[in-house]
């Protein structure tokens, strides 16, 4: 569940064109937002999809041919203890699979450093949280940048990284919000631009 603020401040008209949503969410090649909340995305990785990642899951299995072949990905949540919500974490850890976003050697048992396969050139997250900056990386040490940077796209084969965490948003302003909503869009533009037509 998204707390009111942070889906106050994502949910603008502003980003809808660009085709990002509020939320949890996940834009995958600018053409297909996935809204994993509201799409009643099932986190639960059971034990036999664990052991071989095979899955009956629609959803899951569309999310796993996506995002193999997007060109760029996008993620939206909150700050949510230091990690994403469980229902993100769930996202990752069911489509983000070995096979589908890296592979290790023939032969490796899983110990050594997998290849990424994930051909995005570049993903981007953005983070809302009511935690000031100072605290967040001094007492914190900002574990979404370690997360989202080194244990998920670096290790999917995706360097080109951009974060960014809003803070705070309890205490923030509408004119507040309404530059983070231009660095956004800025930021998007910048990593995607718009392809022109010949």
């Not at 986190?43 to 999310?63: I, N, Q, R």
């Not at 996202?91 to 990424?116: H, I, K, N």
């Not at 965490?165 to 910048?190: C, G, H, Y």
């Amino acid at each position: 569940m998204i707390p009111p603020v942070a889906e106050h401040f994502l949910d603008t008209e502003h980003l809808i064109p660009r085709g990002l949503q509020p939320g949890n969410g996940i834009v995958i090649g600018h053409k297909q937002p996935h809204i994993i909340h509201s799409q009643e995305f099932n986190p639960l990785l059971e034990g036999s999809e664990l052991a071989t990642g095979e899955t009956s899951d629609l959803m899951v299995f569309k999310h796993r041919q996506e995002i193999k072949t997007a060109q760029g990905i996008i993620i939206i949540h909150p700050n949510w203890w230091g990690q994403p919500p469980a229902v993100l974490k769930g996202w990752t850890d069911r489509v983000l699979r070995s096979g589908v976003a890296y592979e290790f050697e023939e032969g490796d048992d899983g110990s050594g450093v997998p290849e990424g396969l994930l051909v995005a050139e570049a993903a981007i997250v953005f983070n809302t949280s009511n935690t000031p900056e100072e605290r967040e990386k001094l007492i914190f040490g900002d574990p979404l940048e370690r997360i989202w940077k080194d244990c998920v796209f670096d290790f999917c084969g995706i360097k080109n990284f951009h974060r960014k965490m809003f803070q705070v948003v309890a205490s923030s302003t509408p004119k507040e919000r309404t530059i983070w909503l231009d660095e956004v869009k800025e930021t998007i533009n910048n990593y995607f631009p718009k392809k022109r037509e010949s």
